[in-house]
């Protein structure tokens, strides 16, 4: 009875559509009449809706349907309506968000949560409650709007009282006309097109993307489109206001920075991927491999899963949230110093196949000055694989020696180690001078921090800034990942830092919101081979960069070429596994067992990674389009907790991924999406 009742309904929709648009081409007129553009909002919906397979129609255009391809399918269909009406400059999509500062604005207390939600996911802003009929508010705002580079709002369509309506836009005019050339706008307006009359408030934008519904899935594409995550390819059904003629729209680009979609839109199975990840999760929390974790998971650009399980603590008063900022341990080695050697070898500026020495003119005397940078990145340059810098600053009874840690900062211990402990400032070179004296042995692979934490000077030396500086500006937040940071204490509430270990030998606190790492710790926090805390969702951009071979946000950061040479595994005729920096999978590992293959069985060679100490681990795999982060604290309370690595649950869950892949079933995804 459902589908003979809708049937009929399009058929005569579809049949009126016909008569009302040919009638309105025709004349040439607009489409003006409240009851003609209540049928074009009602007529492009139900395009959405009829583009499903009859089988999936249900009374309710699938808000509420639980089957993951009918939501694949009408977010395809509702990402292909959307239409941009004005690109000036061509700020849509946004595209360089390096150092710059971005408002969104709600009116009159509307809020579009999933789409300022979405915004943010792509680079942080700040938020502005703006009520129009307050005029000494609306002066108030447009001079604090005006110290910003971009304006973000959203309006709706939906409105019952035309007259506040239009008294709404007159007074975003006046705001509009009053910021300073240099800050742009942009609006995307959900609703039908009987609220865009009233266009002179949206001529002032500098973007205007119309969204045919407020919903969920426009307002998550909407803010998609706005970043580039999707591009704009929709156009209008008729014309409007006499400004926007029929079949006009303006194409923009996609694919430029990831997307936020279904595993069915990336050829992956909801059903498997959820259902063997949540089981896989659950384990390991049941088992006390972790307090909580957070997974997630990118294929073709589009992350597809997204989820936080447990706690901060067993303590459980805190659960994992999406924004909680993990401690990444040796993950820094490939998200930090990596990411700087990689870009400067990308400009020229430094090269795997020289020396040591010739970048740091304090190990030319040394047993290192001849080491290849590459042997170095390897892992089998010959290093030891770790100085417990740590101990040499305690006495037998744990207590510190002196003249090295004191309680308080002043000016002779201005470094930060842990909370209410700081340690002499010339101690660093003490580490260092461990690091030059330290005896080299055979060329074999053995994993080695050192190469990491003597590099960054590597950094500092080609740029004359500090490493972490450089990398944070040229890197990170041309990504818009402004959540990747060291020392995030000094940025971040406690609450959204997730806590490691309770060290009882060293600092003898819980460490939170410091970093884990004993020799990242008496360099203050800031480390090449750990000391990084970052968000799931902006670490996930950093992976998508390496997997799209240095692109992003439709610029070449990183060369390909280089990319391509520093994921390569470099010495396999000494079962050396490495690429430079990078890890990678077993020799052999299409010869093993799941249960013995690293990363996992189904895991390509040309795939790449890295774990980290504490519980993290990142795997990128290009040929089948995959990005994997994998984030927990399994040294909570205690390092003495091996179970994350005895019950496989990093691999596994990446195999799941594997696991859960048909590309059968993938939806179209022609959505203007080309970068």
Not at 54 to 73: C, H, I
Not at 442 to 465: A, C, P, Q, R
Not at 471 to 483: F, I, Q, S
């Amino acid at each position: 009875m459902v589908k003979v009742t809708y049937v009929h309904h399009i058929i005569l929709r579809c049949i009126l559509s016909v008569v009302l648009l040919t009638s309105a081409s025709l004349s040439g007129a607009a489409i003006n009449d409240p009851y003609l553009q209540e049928f074009l909002y009602q007529d492009r919906m139900d395009s959405v809706y009829n583009s499903l397979p009859l089988g999936e129609k249900t009374d309710n255009p699938g808000f509420g349907d639980d089957d993951p391809s009918t939501k694949a399918l009408l977010r395809e269909q509702f990402a292909k309506s959307l239409t941009v009406l004005i690109n000036k400059d061509n700020i849509i999509p946004v595209r360089s968000l390096e150092d710059i500062r971005i408002a969104l604005v709600e009116l009159n207390g509307e809020k579009f949560p999933v789409y300022q939600d979405r915004l943010l996911d792509y680079h942080p802003a700040d938020t502005f409650r703006v009520f129009t009929d307050d005029e000494e508010q609306i002066s108030e705002i447009t001079s604090s709007l005006s110290a910003y580079d971009l304006v973000i709002t959203g309006i709706s369509g939906s409105f019952q009282d035309k007259e506040i309506y239009d008294r709404m836009l007159t007074r975003l005019w006046c705001i509009l006309h009053n910021l300073p050339e240099s800050v742009k706008t942009i609006i995307t307006y959900f609703g039908n097109p009987d609220g865009l009359n009233n266009a002179d408030a949206f001529f002032k934008a500098d973007g205007l993307v119309f969204a045919y519904e407020d919903n969920e899935y426009t307002q998550d594409l909407s803010a998609q489109l706005v970043f580039g995550g999707i591009g704009a390819c929709g156009t209008l059904p008729a014309r409007i206001n006499n400004q926007w003629p029929e079949g006009f729209g303006i194409f923009t680009a996609g694919n430029l920075r990831v997307q936020y979609g279904l595993p069915e839109n990336a050829g992956l199975s909801s059903e498997i991927l959820n259902r063997k990840i949540d089981s896989i999760a659950t384990i390991g929390l049941e088992a006390k491999a972790y307090p909580g974790c957070e997974v997630m998971v990118a294929r073709k650009g589009i992350v597809v899963f997204h989820k936080t399980y447990g706690f901060h603590t067993y303590e459980e008063r805190i659960p994992v949230r999406k924004d909680d900022l993990y401690d990444l341990a040796s993950v820094t080695k490939v998200s930090s110093t990596l990411a700087g050697l990689m870009l400067l070898d990308s400009e020229g500026k430094f090269s795997v196949d020289k020396k040591l020495g010739e970048y740091l003119p304090d190990f030319r005397r040394t047993n290192k000055g001849n080491l290849l940078m590459k042997d170095l990145l390897t892992h089998q340059a010959g290093l030891t694989a770790w100085i417990p810098f740590w101990k040499k600053t305690v006495k037998p009874d744990s207590s510190f020696k002196r003249r090295i840690f004191s309680y308080e900062y002043s000016e002779k211990y201005p470094i930060k180690a842990a909370n209410d402990l700081f340690i002499n400032k010339n101690y660093r070179k003490k580490i260092f001078r461990e690091i030059k004296k330290s005896p080299l042995g055979e060329k074999k692979y053995v994993y080695s921090d050192l190469t990491f934490i003597i590099s960054t000077g590597i950094i500092d030396n080609l740029t004359g800034e500090k490493w972490y500086d450089y990398v944070t500006r040229n890197v990170y937040h041309k990504l818009g990942a402004y959540d990747i940071c060291f020392n995030p204490y000094l940025k971040y509430p406690l609450l959204r830092i997730v806590p490691t270990e309770h060290d009882s030998l060293f600092r003898r606190q819980l460490l939170y919101g410091t970093v884990h790492d004993e020799g990242a710790a008496m360099l203050g926090g800031i480390s090449g081979h750990a000391g990084l805390f970052a968000t799931a969702n902006d670490l996930m951009k950093l992976m998508e960069l390496y997997r799209r071979m240095g692109k992003y946000g439709g610029e070449q950061i990183i060369s390909g070429k280089v990319l391509e040479e520093y994921t390569r595994v470099q010495f396999p005729e000494n079962d050396n596994r490495r690429a430079l920096g990078f890890d990678k999978p077993y020799l052999d590992n299409q010869e093993l067992g799941p249960d013995e293959a690293y990363p996992a069985k189904s895991a390509p060679p040309q795939s790449f990674g890295h774990s980290g100490y504490t519980g993290t681990f990142v795997w990128i795999d290009p040929l089948n389009e995959i990005s994997y982060i994998f984030l927990s604290n399994r040294v909570y309370p205690t390092r003495n907790n091996n179970l994350l690595s005895d019950l496989r649950i990093r691999s596994y869950i990446l195999q799941a991924v594997y696991d859960s892949v048909n590309d059968s079933r993938q939806t179209a995804n022609d959505t203007g999406q080309k970068q």
